[in-house]
């Protein structure tokens, strides 16, 4: 309990489970992602507020609703490449405050198609195939729902569809 601990009488004291287990187990824990178990075999689906991401959600409401679980909502902010010039050291990625995943989490909250399912938003950065399918995992989902990349960047840089789809542990749903 945080903040306040009760007492235990002298006869329940017992030696804490933190010291029974080993410290490396420990590490793994802690770096875990909580989830709330609600929304485990839910459905996830990645948005960004474009069109493509619209259509893709629209869809997982329905799929979640008719398998009658939750629909975890994933948004990855931007994560921009900074190089570094001193010599040929690889690239350094640098987290941006990324104020676009507030944005979005009030305007899905003032939406009345998401009060037909239960929903979280869940924000995270980096490669945005390798966090949907991490928030995928975590949670147990049963499927991702991704809109389709439209445009030059999809055909120069891979979409995250075709890359998600090659890569997942579990079933992807491309919408177009």
Known sequence: MAGHEFPEPADRKRKPL???????VRAADQARHPCDPAFRHGVVVGFDGSTSSERA??????MARRSGSGLIIVHVANR????VWAGCEPPVFVDVPDHRT??????LACADYLAEVPWILVERGGDICHELEEVGREYSADA???????????????????RLAKRAQRPVVVIP
């Open 144 to 162: 991702i729902v991704v809109g389709s990349t439209q445009g030059i960047v999809g055909r120069i840089f891979g979409s995250v569809a075709g």
């Open 102 to 107: 507030e944005v979005l989490g009030l305007e």
């Open 80 to 83: 921009l490449p900074t190089t």
């Open 57 to 62: 959600l629209a869809y997982a409401i329905g």
């Open 18 to 24: 933190a010291d029974h287990v080993p410290s490396d």
